[in-house]
């Protein structure tokens, strides 16, 4: 993997492009403001999740399901996201 060093301008600039790129040719940013690294930005590969993280967090107990509960979900999917959010 290879680091490079940006200004956070540069990084609030061209961040669209400086994703894209740190995924096809695995590059890690690292964002520095007045000569200090404050953090860093690495490309994901494939489906990292999908081992782990995403079951764990789609998957409840039978017993933990109730009316209400799905009531929940239903009504937070037909919210516009500006409104999940607090937009």
Known sequence: MTTKLISLGEY????????????????RYVVMVRSQPVFEVNP?????????FV???VQFPDDQITPELLAKIEATMKKPKSELMNI
Do not use: M, Q, Y
């Open 55 to 57: 079951p764990e967090f």
């Open 12 to 27: 609030r600039s061209n961040l669209s492009s400086l994703w894209k790129e740190a995924k096809t040719k695995n590059i």
């Open 44 to 52: 994901i590969h494939g489906n990292v999740f999908d081992d782990d």
